[in-house]
Every structure is written in structure tokens, then in C-alpha cells.
């Protein structure tokens, strides 16, 4: 009995073991059934996410075109009919607004019935539009102000149009961005669009042009707006300084921070805040004027301009007891240390400083390698000449090498040889055997009448 208990044991286990094996017919039907209920819901959330990113791309697209409506009716249309402002201040404010609003009203009937890489597709052949309007913004702000200040009947006239329900209390000052601030709404909603699209596709190819497209756009707008933000910065500054002999406004300046530090003397004397303006290139040190001045109370005047070029910042520790921090600029000419009590502003000037002067050095090393490109192709293109200049004719070298197999004997007839009375080669020179004997006289051989007694050598 014992043994017959030993044996059925493993045989019980042996089936229990065997009711659920790992590669059965059963466990992989369950496997590919799981998968494909994976595969399915992926779609599922692809196909919910698409249509939920075009409903709002539908809407968004419909409100846009209708605020454009608004600007080309109210506007643009009525100002050219009544004559209120000349053409080309016309022109100057709104740009190639209605050419936007055409190009977007056919946008918007492509993406209504449902045509999304139809319509962006031809949407980006007028993306030029974006452009031209993006450039002409800043101008358009300036002479819109003045108009609305010196020119009366348009600005009692602006100011009846803003009033009618449809512009919903919007200005014109706000509702000429639009177009730019669309642009940078395409690149995001085009993006989940095409995330969700199937790549097997053609719209998925036309959506993805048209993602780079109006990438490249928004991309324009952002770096037009960074650098019109900056020019104002940079016209601030000129405006805060006395005088006219600083000059601030350069182009390719970039205006990074202001802020007062103390600046430390190096003989003990009185220690004093400064005004410090960093931009790109250089580092302004000011001091305010008199509060008393009747013109200049609010303004400051330039002590310093210090060129970053030539510049090696550096932290000072152990000078300020962990209350602030000093940093060390080193220039050819002059040291300055600067101190603040506040240790997140000291260090934030230290970032400033150390990435303005990383990035003249890797600015300043790209224009020297460029330079000794330009150099190198210039002495390459020289040499190639120069060879090509010097190169012998290999016509001429093959004509003078048959005329020297075709007439040996005149080549290398001697000097004293009178009997044909030919003036012997230039290219023919006796050697120092033939120069012992005078020019009057004959040499032996020639004495003898052995022609061949001359030794010529053939240069």
C-alpha cells in the first residue's frame, strides 16, 4: 500500500501540473485575443483623440474666420469707401488682411466637410501672407497710434465701429494679432492631428508637410517677436541714459539684465551702488544723476562701457561671510568686483556674464574658422592657377621633341664647324675642351676636317 500511495501521488501531480501548461493551444488563443483587444483600444483612443483635436480645430478655425470677417467688413472695406484714411496708410495698418481672411474662409469650408489634408495642403501655398503680415506688425502698431492721435474723424470712427455687438467689446489693437497668434494655434492642433492619423495614409503625409510648413512659420513669428520685444528694451535703456554720446541702440545687441550691484574699490575708497546694463556684447556701469537736476532726476549717467570680449569673470568666496556673493571681472586694462548682498542675484549676474561671454568666444571662433576656410579655398584656387599657368604646352613638348629626332646632327653640330656656314643653336654650348682655343683659331679636330672631333653638350 505504501508504494501503491507513491506512485499515485506523482501521477495526481503530474496532472495538475499539466492543466495549464504555458504554450498550449488554448493559452496562446488567449494571448493573440488579449493582444488584438490591445490593438483595438489603441485604436479606439487614436480615433477619439483625432476626432476630439478636429471638432476643436473646426470650432476654433469658424470663430477665427468670423473675427477676420469683422476687421475686412468694419474696417478695411468701409475706410476704403468713405476715404477716411489715405491708401497707403490703409495699406500700412492692415496689411494683406483680407487676403488672410480669403485664404482662411477656404480653409475653414475644407475642414467642415472634413477635407483636413486637402485643405492645409492648399492653405500653405499662401503662407506667405503670415510672413508679409508679421513683418509689416510693428509698423502697423505705430502708425495706428498716431492716427488715432492726431487724425480725428478715424478715431471717432474707430471708436463707433468697436462699439457694434459683433466685436463683443474688442479693439482693433486686439484683434490685428489674431493672424499671428493662429499661426502658433496650427502648429500645436496639426501636431495631435497628425499624431493620431494613421501613417498608412496619404492625409497622413499631407498633414505632416503641413505640420514643418507652419512650423517654419511660427518659428519666424517667435523670432520676430523675441528681437521687436528686445528693440524696445534696448530703445529703453538709450532713453534712461543722459546724453547722446553713450550709444546704446546697435544692431545685433541683445539687452540680457539691469540691476544694481556695488561696485568694490581697490584703494579703499567710498563704496557705492552702481547701475549695471549687460547686454550681448558689452556691460554698462552707471551712476544715477542728481534727484534735484530739473531735466536728468530720472535718469542715469555712463561711467563705464565694458567690452565682454576681453572679459574672465570668476567668484570671489570666502570675502562675504555667506551673505551674498562677489564675482571678479578681469578686462586688459582694469579689474572690477561687484558685490550684492543677495545670493540668487549675484549668482544669476554669474550665469549671465559666464553664457554672454561663452557665446561671443563660440561666435568669434565660428567667424575665424570661416576665415581660414575662405583664405585656405583662395591660396587653393591661386595654386591651381598658378600650375595651370606654368603647365607646358604637351603639343609644344611633342613638337620639339620630334624636331630633336628629325635634325640630330644640326643639334649637335659644333661651334667652330664654318663649312655650312650656319650660326650654330642657342641651345647649344661647347664644353671646356672646345673654349681652351681662341675664337680665331681652329680647333684640331676642325684642322684635321673631322666634324665629329666637336664635344657639345644639350641643355
Given at each position: 500500500?505504501?508504494c501503491?500511495?507513491?506512485?499515485?501521488?506523482p501521477?495526481?501531480?503530474l496532472?495538475?501540473?499539466?492543466?495549464?501548461?504555458?504554450?498550449?493551444p488554448?493559452s496562446?488563443?488567449?494571448?493573440?485575443?488579449?493582444?488584438s483587444?490591445?490593438?483595438?483600444?489603441?485604436?479606439?483612443?487614436w480615433?477619439?483623440?483625432?476626432?476630439?483635436?478636429?471638432?476643436e480645430?473646426?470650432?476654433?478655425?469658424?470663430?477665427?474666420?468670423?473675427?477676420?470677417?469683422?476687421?475686412t467688413?468694419?474696417?478695411?472695406?468701409?475706410?476704403?469707401?468713405?476715404?477716411?484714411l489715405r491708401q497707403?496708410?490703409?495699406e500700412?495698418?492692415?496689411?494683406?488682411?483680407?487676403?488672410?481672411?480669403q485664404?482662411?474662409?477656404?480653409?475653414?469650408?475644407?475642414?467642415?466637410g472634413?477635407?483636413?489634408?486637402?485643405?492645409?495642403?492648399e492653405f500653405?501655398?499662401?503662407l506667405?501672407?503670415?510672413?508679409?503680415?508679421?513683418?509689416?506688425?510693428?509698423?502697423?502698431?505705430?502708425?495706428?497710434q498716431?492716427?488715432?492721435?492726431?487724425?480725428?474723424?478715424?478715431?471717432?470712427?474707430?471708436?463707433?465701429?468697436?462699439?457694434?455687438?459683433?466685436?463683443?467689446?474688442?479693439?482693433?489693437?486686439?484683434?490685428l494679432?489674431?493672424?499671428?497668434?493662429?499661426?502658433l494655434?496650427?502648429?500645436?492642433?496639426?501636431?495631435?492631428?497628425?499624431?493620431n492619423?494613421s501613417?498608412?495614409t496619404?492625409?497622413?503625409?499631407?498633414?505632416?508637410?503641413?505640420?514643418?510648413?507652419?512650423?517654419?512659420?511660427?518659428q519666424?513669428?517667435q523670432?520676430?517677436?523675441?528681437?521687436?520685444?528686445?528693440?524696445l528694451?534696448?530703445?529703453?535703456?538709450?532713453?534712461?541714459?543722459?546724453g547722446r554720446?553713450?550709444?546704446?541702440l546697435?544692431?545685433?545687441?541683445?539687452?540680457?539684465?539691469?540691476?544694481?550691484?556695488?561696485?568694490v574699490?581697490?584703494?579703499?575708497?567710498?563704496?557705492?551702488?552702481k547701475?549695471?546694463?549687460?547686454?550681448?556684447?558689452?556691460?554698462l556701469?552707471?551712476r544715477?544723476?542728481?534727484?534735484?537736476?530739473?531735466m536728468?532726476?530720472?535718469?542715469?549717467?555712463?561711467?563705464?562701457m565694458?567690452?565682454l570680449e576681453?572679459?574672465?569673470?570668476?567668484?570671489?568666496?570666502?570675502?562675504?561671510?555667506?551673505?551674498?556673493?562677489?564675482?571678479?571681472?578681469?578686462f586688459e586694462?582694469?579689474?572690477?568686483?561687484l558685490?550684492?548682498?543677495?545670493?540668487?542675484d549675484?549668482?544669476?549676474?554669474?550665469?549671465?556674464?559666464?553664457?554672454?561671454?561663452?557665446?561671443?568666444?563660440?561666435?568669434?571662433?565660428?567667424?575665424?574658422?570661416?576665415e581660414?576656410?575662405?583664405?585656405?579655398?583662395?591660396?587653393?584656387?591661386g595654386?591651381s592657377?598658378?600650375?595651370?599657368?606654368?603647365?607646358p604646352?604637351?603639343e609644344?613638348?611633342?613638337?620639339?621633341?620630334?624636331?630633336?629626332?628629325?635634325?640630330?646632327?644640326?643639334?649637335?653640330?659644333?661651334?667652330?664647324?664654318s663649312?655650312?656656314?650656319?650660326?650654330?643653336p642657342?641651345?647649344?654650348?661647347?664644353?671646356?675642351?672646345a673654349?681652351?682655343?681662341p675664337?680665331?683659331?681652329a680647333?684640331?679636330?676642325a684642322?684635321?676636317?673631322?666634324?665629329?672631333?666637336?664635344?657639345?653638350?644639350i641643355?
Open positions: 500500500m505504501p501503491t500511495r507513491s506512485q499515485g501521488h501521477t495526481q501531480s496532472v495538475v501540473r499539466g492543466a495549464a501548461p504555458p504554450n498550449t488554448m496562446t488563443h488567449l494571448k493573440q485575443a488579449t493582444m483587444c490591445t490593438v483595438e483600444e489603441q485604436r479606439a483612443r480615433e477619439r483623440k483625432r476626432v476630439r483635436t478636429a471638432k480645430l473646426v470650432e476654433t478655425e469658424r470663430q477665427y474666420v468670423e473675427q477676420l470677417d469683422l476687421v467688413t468694419y474696417f478695411v472695406e468701409i475706410l476704403k469707401a468713405k476715404g477716411t497707403d496708410i490703409r500700412s495698418i492692415f496689411g494683406p488682411v483680407k487676403s488672410i481672411y485664404a482662411n474662409e477656404a480653409l475653414l469650408q475644407s475642414l467642415e472634413g477635407r483636413f489634408g486637402d485643405g492645409f495642403e500653405c501655398l499662401h506667405d501672407l503670415y510672413t508679409r503680415y508679421t513683418d509689416g506688425m510693428e509698423q502697423a502698431a505705430k502708425v495706428l498716431i492716427q488715432v492721435k492726431k487724425n480725428k474723424s478715424f478715431a471717432r470712427f474707430k471708436r463707433l465701429q468697436e462699439g457694434r455687438l459683433e466685436f463683443q467689446g474688442l479693439k482693433l489693437e486686439e484683434l494679432p489674431l493672424p499671428l497668434q493662429r499661426v494655434q496650427y502648429k500645436h492642433l496639426l501636431r495631435d492631428l497628425t499624431e492619423t501613417p498608412d496619404s492625409e497622413f503625409q499631407q498633414l505632416t508637410g503641413a505640420v514643418k510648413a507652419l512650423s517654419e512659420v511660427a519666424y513669428i523670432d520676430n517677436a523675441r528681437s521687436h520685444e528686445n528693440y528694451q534696448v530703445v529703453r535703456v538709450q532713453k534712461l541714459l543722459k554720446k553713450t550709444k546704446v546697435v544692431p545685433g545687441r541683445v539687452y540680457i539684465r539691469e540691476g544694481w550691484l556695488t561696485a574699490p581697490q584703494k579703499g575708497e567710498e563704496v557705492k551702488q547701475m549695471f546694463f549687460l547686454f550681448s556684447d558689452v556691460l556701469m552707471t544715477p544723476c542728481h534727484p534735484l537736476h530739473l536728468n532726476s530720472d535718469k542715469f549717467c555712463c561711467q563705464s565694458y567690452p576681453e572679459c574672465n569673470v570668476e567668484k570671489v568666496f570666502g570675502h562675504t561671510k555667506s551673505q551674498g556673493g562677489l564675482i571678479s571681472l578681469s586694462q582694469e579689474k572690477l568686483l558685490m550684492s548682498s543677495d545670493q540668487e549675484i549668482n544669476d549676474w554669474f550665469r549671465c556674464l559666464s553664457s554672454a561671454i561663452g557665446q561671443l568666444c563660440a561666435r568669434r571662433t565660428i567667424v575665424h574658422r570661416k581660414n576656410l575662405a583664405s585656405e579655398q583662395r591660396h587653393a584656387t595654386a592657377t598658378s600650375k595651370e599657368t606654368r603647365a604646352n604637351p609644344r613638348k611633342r613638337n620639339m621633341s620630334d624636331r630633336a629626332l628629325q635634325e640630330p646632327a644640326a643639334l649637335c653640330q659644333p661651334r667652330c664647324g663649312e655650312q656656314g650656319e650660326t650654330p642657342k641651345r647649344v654650348k661647347l664644353s671646356e675642351a673654349h681652351r682655343f675664337r680665331d683659331t680647333t684640331p679636330a684642322s684635321t676636317g673631322d666634324k665629329s672631333g666637336g664635344i657639345c653638350v641643355l
